[in-house]
């Protein structure tokens, strides 16, 4: 499998973190499974290969959509394909589905919702596009212009520098400072935040620590409890106890890169 990232145009970085490809060709009989593990920023995703589908708690198979969103998630979900797999997607800012397209934060947390069904026709125009492209650069030209056309009437919020401050500080801020900033009661605060992007304050702030963890950590002989420290976990426990639950696997098995179903996972 070939994984690349890709960097929007810069007046599209305020609502899009990157652009991802996987593309990858298996045998008649090779099944590939990926697992997704939790994550604050929801995803629009395109699958112009090999339809996916999802593996449910009881080994049920489900079909999935070709074309959607994948809701910023506290659960951890797998998938499988087979044949060539080619997906594009985009990893949205965490903000970015309530700004763009007027939807509940809340409505989209760890689901997955058909493009057409939740755009209409817009959101069938931009499948066929992107389905039907002549190779990833098109499809980022195609994405580029489509999300320009989204964002020419937002306008930024307390509670949108609330969420990217924690965002730039790994999930170590201060709440009740934040609300303040905000000039709102930590109550409005509290609600207002969840209605933008789909969780508490406080969970949100272990997600994005967690994803920290995942993105930024490389192996270079420290212990689990420096690990813990270096991203503002109180303690080895409560940083094993987190990545357990975000990700199904313990630190030590992930930073080892032998977590089963994980592309990305360090070598």
């Known amino acids: 499998m070939k994984f690349e990232t890709h960097i929007p145009e810069k007046h599209l970085t305020s609502i899009v973190k990157c652009y991802w490809t996987l593309d990858g060709k298996l045998s008649p009989t090779e099944m590939y499974i990926h697992r997704t593990l939790a994550n604050h920023c929801p995803e629009i995703i395109f699958h112009y290969g090999s339809e996916f589908e999802e593996i449910l708690g009881d080994n049920k198979i489900e079909s999935t959509f070709r074309t959607g969103i994948h809701g910023q998630t506290d659960k951890i979900r797998k998938f499988t394909a087979k044949g060539n797999c080619g997906i594009f997607g985009v990893v949205l800012q965490p903000y970015a589905p309530t700004l763009l397209f007027n939807i509940s934060a809340t409505a989209l947390k760890n689901e997955l919702v058909d493009l ?45 520098h609330s969420v990217q401050s924690i965002c730039k500080n790994n999930g170590n801020e201060n709440i009740l400072q934040l609300s303040n900033q905000s000039f709102l009661s930590q109550r409005q605060f509290e609600r207002k935040f969840k209605d933008l992007v789909g969780f508490s304050p406080k969970t949100f702030s272990r997600l994005v620590r967690f994803k920290a963890t995942v ?13 813990a420290y270096d991203f503002g976990y109180y303690d080895q426990s409560h940083f094993i106890q987190d990545f357990k639950q975000f990700s199904g696997y313990s630190p030590k098995l992930y930073y080892d890169g032998k977590a089963n179903d994980i592309f990305y996972a360090p070598k």
């Open 116 to 160: 057409e069904s939740l755009l209409g026709q817009e959101g069938k125009d931009i499948s066929e596009q992107i389905m039907l492209a002549d190779g990833n650069h098109q499809r980022i030209s195609l994405m580029n212009k489509f999300l320009s056309r989204q964002i020419a009437d937002i306008k930024h919020s307390s509670i949108i």
């Open 215 to 227: 993105d930024n950590y490389r192996t270079d002989n420290k212990t689990m409890t420096e690990i």
